[in-house]
């Protein structure tokens, strides 16, 4: 059921709308990628967080009309042409980063540059210049998917990872930590084999640079966990007094957002990267990792990188952010 298009005729069943209430659009946009990016049913993300179903989407429809802008204001976007500068930007960024989407578009001209323009802006003015891709093919929807879940604050829970890749004809290993809430990569190290010291190693650092986390979600790997007693793993987990959590197929906490970053880096970088030595590619990683954490729009995190959230500035910046686009109002033509 798609909330943009049915949900008036839904919540016209003896429902009042919520016309007392006011949300923030920080709120408003995590309801909607729920919908839009986490294909959970209206009626669990009613139940679940308490918001009408009307609400639901109204905001759904603002959001695909305006993006983000329009759950902030009342503004439609008709009638006013795209400047020429932002046209030029749109087209600049695509042919300078082929890979990014009309939302990492949308989402870059923002946090960077202080443009405003909607996804199906972007889309449009690609389309105009004959740089638009072929959008992908809808995914069927299954209501009995896992509910989405996500730590609140930064450093309640890690989610790690190995991740196994070509490089130079031999087998490489990237093993990984994700911070739950922001997507911040708290540790990424290069290595020619996955022993558990290598993954333990890596936590180390990166728990000696950040603090440990309260719980650490793993895979059922053998680096991580064994059937019968304690793996060294495990045994560190208990040292720092973490609660460690085993993923399960087909339950809500699965690794999801490690998963997605291997995605990332895989399509962003290293399936286009040359290395000139297995020490080159560790170094050129490292940087690439800094990037992502500082410069990169995050779409699972409304386009804030994961730095912003992971040392808690988003509020800060979402402000200042909002107040260099007021210099140029909204467009969607």
């Not at 290598?198 to 640079?209: F, G, L």
Request: with cysteine.
């Amino acid at each position: 059921m798609d909330p943009g298009n049915s949900i008036q005729k839904n919540g016209s069943k003896g429902k009042i709308p919520e016309r007392n209430r006011r949300y923030g659009p920080d709120f408003k946009l995590q309801i909607v990628k729920k919908y839009l990016e986490e294909s959970i049913p209206v009626s669990v993300i009613h139940e679940e967080c308490g918001v009408c179903e009307e609400s639901i989407g109204r905001w759904v429809r603002a959001y695909r009309r305006d993006g983000e802008a329009g759950l902030t204001s009342s503004y439609s976007g008709k009638g006013r042409s795209l400047p020429a500068p932002v046209k030029q930007k749109i087209i600049e960024l695509k042919k300078t980063n082929p890979l990014f989407g009309i939302k990492r578009i949308s989402q870059l001209l923002k946090r960077a540059f202080f443009l405003s323009a909607s996804p199906e802006t972007v889309r449009k003015t690609l389309h105009s210049a004959s740089l638009a891709t072929a959008p992908p093919k809808k995914r069927q929807k299954n209501i009995t998917r896992p509910r989405f879940f996500e730590r609140s604050t930064p450093n309640q829970l890690w989610q790690t990872d190995i991740f196994t890749f070509r490089l130079g004809g031999h087998y490489a290993y990237l093993i990984g930590y994700i911070d739950d809430y922001s997507r911040y990569m708290t540790g990424l190290e290069l290595f020619r084999s996955q022993t558990a010291q290598n993954v333990i190693e890596v936590y180390r650092r990166a728990a000696a640079e950040y603090n440990p986390p309260k719980e650490m979600l793993t895979d059922n790997g053998r680096q991580y966990t064994r059937w019968h007693g304690n793996s060294r793993f495990e045994a560190e987990m208990k040292k720092d007094r973490i609660h460690h959590i085993k993923s399960q197929p087909h339950h809500p906490m699965t690794l999801g957002k490690i998963e997605r970053f291997w995605k990332t880096i895989y399509f962003e970088f290293l399936s286009r990267a040359q290395f000139a030595s297995f020490e080159d590619a560790v170094e050129r990683i490292r940087q690439w990792v800094k990037y992502y954490n500082h410069k990169r729009p995050h779409q699972g995190i409304g386009g804030l990188c994961p730095a912003d959230r992971y040392f808690e500035i988003q509020s800060e910046l979402r402000k200042i952010i909002e107040q260099g686009i007021q210099v140029l109002p909204p467009v969607n033509d």
